[in-house]
C-alpha cells in the first residue's frame, strides 16, 4: 500500500475518460479524453491522505479541478493519482453519479 505524505492525497479515478457514459435520461456520450468535452473536473476516491492535510479523509469522494492530478502510477494491478488539496473543488461521502 502506498502512503501520501505530509500536504499530498492518493486517490483512484472512479470513471474511464476513453470509456462511453449515459446520461440519467439514456443519452450515450461517447469516450471524451483529449477533446474540449474532456475539460472538466473529475471524481476521485480517495485511497490515502497526508498527515497535514485537513477535511479529507480516507474513502471520501473528491471533486478534482480538470488536469490537476499525476499521471498514474500501478500500485498493486490498480493506476493511482497524485493530488495536492488546492485542487479539490468539493467532497462527497456518497459515490457520485457519473
Known sequence: MIKALKTK?????????KAERKTAGGVILTGDDATEAGIRARWFQTISVGEEVQDIEENQ??????????????????????????AILGTSEDRPTI
Open 61 to 86: 469522494y473528491i471533486l478534482v479541478d480538470h488536469g490537476r492530478w499525476t499521471r498514474g502510477i500501478e500500485v498493486d494491478g490498480e493506476k493511482v493519482f497524485g493530488i495536492d488539496v488546492d
Open 9 to 17: 492525497i492518493i486517490a483512484r479515478l472512479l470513471e474511464d475518460p
